[in-house]
C-alpha cells in the first residue's frame, strides 16, 4: 500500500509554512474553443464568475462547487497548446458518488481505480492503475479521471481525512451538504465502535462527533 510522507524542513516544521496568506486564486487551462470549453465546464455543474470580453481577448472563469480555486481559459491567455494541462487534482469526499454525478452529466469518466505503486494515478506506468478504490478506502487512494473536450486531464482523489498540517483546526467547513453527511456517517460509525468499546451508550455523543469530524479534516489524531 502506497504511503505518503509530509516533508519537514531542518527545523522540524512543515516544509513550505510562510506567514504571508497567498492562496491559490486560479490556474489557466489551454483550450482550442472557447464557446465548446465554456459548455463542458457549464455542463459540470461549475460556477461562472466571468465570461468577458475585449475586442480579440477574451475571459472566462469558472469555479467547481467548493472550491478555492478557479479555472481560466480564453484568448491570447497562454501559449501552451490545448490539452496540454494534466494531472489536475479535484479532491472529493466520494471518489464513487463524484464519479456517478458526472456520468449522470453525460461526461466519459474513468471507473474508480487505486495505484499499484506511488504516481500510478498518472497513468504512466501501464497496468498501474488497479480497477476499485484503495483496499482500505484510505484516504488520498482512490481515483478516477476525466478530461474536457480538448484533452486537458482531471483527476478525482477521494480524500475523508488530511495530513496533519494542511487545514486550519479554526476553519474547518464542508463544501456541501453532501459532504457534511458524509462526514457524519463517518462519525457515526465511528462513535459506534467507540460505545462498543467502553460497553455503555454516550450521551454526549454531540461533542464526540464535533472532535472526530475536526479531526478529520485536519489530520488530528481521531477521538476513539
Known sequence: MSTTAVQRNS???????????????????????????YAFYVRLG?????????????????????????????????AATPGSAQGLCLSVADVAAAREDL??????????????????????TPNGRIPGPAPDRGSYNSFATFGDPDGNGWLLQEITTRLPGRTDPAATSFA????????????????????????????????WYARYMVAEQTGEELPT
Do not use: M, Y
Open 11 to 37: 527545523a522540524g516544521e512543515l516544509g513550505g509554512v510562510g506567514t504571508i496568506d497567498e492562496r491559490l486564486e486560479a490556474i489557466v487551462i489551454p483550450v482550442s474553443n472557447v464557446d465548446r470549453a
Open 46 to 78: 461549475w460556477r461562472v464568475d466571468a465570461n468577458v470580453t475585449k475586442g480579440a481577448f477574451r475571459l472566462v472563469q469558472l469555479t467547481p462547487p467548493g472550491s478555492g480555486c478557479s479555472i481560466q481559459f480564453g484568448s491570447d491567455l497562454t
Open 103 to 124: 456520468v449522470d452529466r453525460g461526461v466519459g469518466v474513468s471507473e474508480v481505480f487505486h495505484e499499484g505503486t506511488l504516481g500510478d494515478r498518472f497513468g504512466q
Open 176 to 207: 456541501s451538504a453532501g459532504d457534511l453527511a458524509a462526514a457524519l456517517r463517518r462519525a457515526e460509525a465511528a462513535h459506534g465502535a467507540h460505545e462498543a468499546r467502553t460497553g455503555q451508550a454516550d450521551t454526549n455523543w454531540p461533542a
